[in-house]
């Protein structure tokens, strides 16, 4: 066992579990990285989050995001149910404290997937284990606007007004622990599975 070599008080993150919250501007392309990781990685397991905007045509509820009505919403946070919420052009999002707490507890891996916001206020929030952020990018700002357009749900007004939040998530980054830029796929992959790995061999003080 690796805490046969670590003295008493030592060990490795990985013998805990690990919160990874990903987060990035709509369009750095989150869903389709972290479907391929989650594919990978049989030792994460995905934190699926309550919003209250429409299901899109290919999205499904429980596995995507458990899409609630407002008023179920409003319960949620009234009850305490939620671990962070926050509104995003006039739908609201919120992580399920049950799906994280209790997998945590359990000595699994969580993966989150989350507004800026939210990836912040999670950090806030005092869990019982280590929180690693990483913030996905695409390589340009005119990628960004490509991959959003190329949705073909957007109007000129929500495509403006996407950009805005856009323009003030990215000011964020320097509160993240890693970058990455998701180019072409397989490269944000590999580089989002290098993170993982290198958290859970880090070395920590229980």
Not at 166 to 175: C, D, L, M, T
Request: proline share 5%; hydrophobic share 40%; with cysteine.
């Amino acid at each position: 066992m690796v805490r046969d070599f670590l003295p008493e008080g030592w060990g490795v993150q990985g013998e805990r579990g690990i919160a990874f919250v990903v987060a990035g501007p709509s369009g750095a392309g989150k869903s389709s990285v972290i479907s391929e990781l989650l594919r990978r990685d049989r030792r994460l397991d995905f934190s699926v989050s309550a919003t209250t905007r429409p299901k899109r045509p290919d999205e499904v509820h429980g596995r995507d995001y458990y899409f609630v009505s407002q008023e179920e919403f409003d319960q949620l946070v009234s009850s305490g149910e939620l671990l962070e919420w926050t509104e995003y052009q006039g739908h609201r999002y919120g992580t399920p404290r049950r799906e994280v707490v209790n997998r945590l507890a359990q000595g699994k891996d969580v993966l989150l997937n989350v507004e800026v916001q939210g990836a912040l206020a999670i950090a806030r929030a005092g869990l019982p284990c280590p929180v690693v952020l990483v913030f996905l990018v695409p390589p340009s700002w005119e990628e960004l606007v490509a991959r959003i357009r190329a949705r073909g749900t957007e109007s000129d007004e929500a495509l403006r007004e996407r950009l805005l939040i856009a323009r003030e998530e990215v000011r964020h980054i320097p509160e993240f622990h890693y970058l990455v830029v998701n180019d072409r796929l397989e490269n944000a992959v590999r580089e989002l599975e290098a993170i993982v790995m290198a958290e859970r061999r880090r070395i920590t003080r229980w």
